[in-house]
């Protein structure tokens, strides 16, 4: 696997036309009269159409863990795609996808031991909703359909999952269509209190009580599910207070309530743990994941359900479809085959336990940031952290993209969300790569002001 820089041979790729594509959370005017091109990868290192060498430092989009350009993945697509390259999964089956939900239990909490396949983290949490629903109905529980989701939380852009989020800019425009009877909890972000943290931040546990006064304004009777990411990863790496998802569970299981953990971000490692829920011992009802299930290679999600779930939703003639839901690439083939690959990676080169060992380097070095020019807070958790900016007198989030675009033109990816950057590398990453990450930001820090 390689952990240098590719060599540049100075050449250049043609600008592709720009004016078809639609591009999905992007300033598309702003990009086009200055693109930023990918045109390969391998290791910890893209390509860009200069010939440039860019230093991974998000994971390409928080899913390619075990870095790029992995042989074995794309051995195992080539040899897939050529044997059988789609399988219906409608009263229909193949292997690699009974093979596949073996082996994602292996590492799944105790007691969440059955998986529905899906294409993205956006339908596992629709998918995840439609469960709860589909258990409580099942469980003579009919009225329960409310769901409570959290401020700042992010689940996608279904219309499920963007209504129990809670992110302004994704649900206004849509407001008048989301789904009725859905609450928040407030977020967990307070800098006031809790800038600087590393690790989990002491202060804000009691956000959890809000959960309490919740369901006594619409009753547990009434009340399907709570969903919330353990870590909130597209807000800005939002962390849960000391203690707060523990409480979150223990209220929700004295009143009848499943809890679903959204792990799309968290899970396969990015903590050092398989999941956020085995880092932080607070098993929920159901987990939903994608992104590194399979290293970012071929779209694919999965839901974790518990014994309990499932074994609800089962009754009735064996004849009965029993949860009328589903997908086209529900399992695909191809995509099953690239995560057994990516499974085999991460345990043989024990990629999680490797994040885990170099989350104290990779604390120290973030944290190293701070006394730069208006940095307002930094947050870190495993190999995952947020560096917060105050605005700029040219408008909120103008700060964070100068300061992106700087280091992108400078041989670094970050992530930008507003004013926040977020640095989530590979779990294959060096520590001198996690220096050069923290440098490159530190220049481009300093060259923006």
């Not at 990009?31 to 200069?50: C, H, I, W």
């Not at 829920?277 to 607070?282: C, R």
């Not at 380097?361 to 917060?388: M, T, W």
Request: aromatic fraction near 8%; charge should be negative; hydrophobic fraction near 40%.
């Amino acid at each position: 696997m390689q952990q240098q820089p590719p060599q540049s041979n100075n050449s250049s790729i043609a600008t592709p036309d720009m004016a078809s594509y639609w591009m999905p959370f992007t300033a598309n005017r702003q990009f086009k009269e200055n693109p930023r091109l990918l045109t390969q990868a391998e290791g910890m290192y893209y390509t860009d159409d200069r010939g440039q060498a860019v230093l991974d430092a998000t994971a390409g989009l928080w899913c390619c863990n075990a870095g790029h350009g992995r042989k074995k993945i794309s051995e195992a697509v080539s040899k897939q795609i050529n044997q059988m390259d789609y399988a219906p999964s409608f009263q229909l089956g193949h292997p690699l996808a009974f093979e596949l939900a073996n082996k994602l239990t292996q590492l799944s909490p105790d007691g969440l031991d059955k998986v529905f396949f899906t294409n993205s983290g956006s339908e596992s949490v629709d998918t995840a909703l439609k469960m709860a629903l589909c258990y409580h109905r099942a469980n003579g529980q009919p009225s329960r359909t409310r769901f409570i989701g959290r401020e700042l939380g992010y689940h996608g852009v279904g219309f499920g999952g963007i209504s129990v989020g809670g992110i302004g800019n994704n649900r206004k425009t849509f407001s008048g269509q989301l789904l009725q009877g859905v609450d928040h909890l407030p977020h967990t972000l307070d800098i006031a209190n809790n800038a600087f943290s590393k690790g989990l931040p002491k202060n804000g546990i009691e956000k959890a009580e809000v959960l309490e006064q919740l369901i006594t304004l619409h009753g547990a009777e009434n009340i399907a599910a709570v969903i919330v990411e353990p870590m909130s990863g597209s807000a800005g790496v939002i962390l849960p207070p000391d203690g707060y998802l523990k409480r979150l569970r223990e209220i929700t299981q004295k009143h009848g309530i499943l809890l679903i953990f959204d792990e799309v971000i968290t899970g396969f490692g990015r903590l050092g743990a398989a999941f956020a829920s085995e880092f932080w011992q607070v098993t929920p009802d159901i987990i939903t994941t994608a992104k590194a299930i399979n290293n970012g290679a071929i779209p694919m999600g999965a839901v974790f359900v518990s014994n309990t779930i499932h074994a609800t939703c089962m009754q009735g003639p064996e004849s009965m479809i029993e949860f009328f839901h589903g997908y086209t690439y529900s399992g695909h083939p191809v995509a099953a085959a690239s995560a057994l690959a990516t499974l085999a990676i991460y345990q043989e080169e024990q990629l999680f336990e490797r994040a885990k060992n170099l989350s104290q380097y990779f604390e120290d070095a973030v944290h190293s940031l701070k006394g730069l020019p208006n940095i307002i807070d930094i947050r870190n958790i495993g190999l995952v952290a947020g560096i917060q900016f105050a605005p700029s007198d040219k408008g909120a989030g103008k700060r964070g993209y100068e300061i992106f675009d700087h280091c992108f033109r400078n041989g670094t990816l970050v992530r930008a969300t507003g004013d926040i950057l977020a640095l989530s590398p590979p779990l294959i990453v060096e520590k001198s790569q996690i220096d050069d990450m923290v440098n490159s930001l530190s220049d481009a820090i300093l060259a923006v002001g």
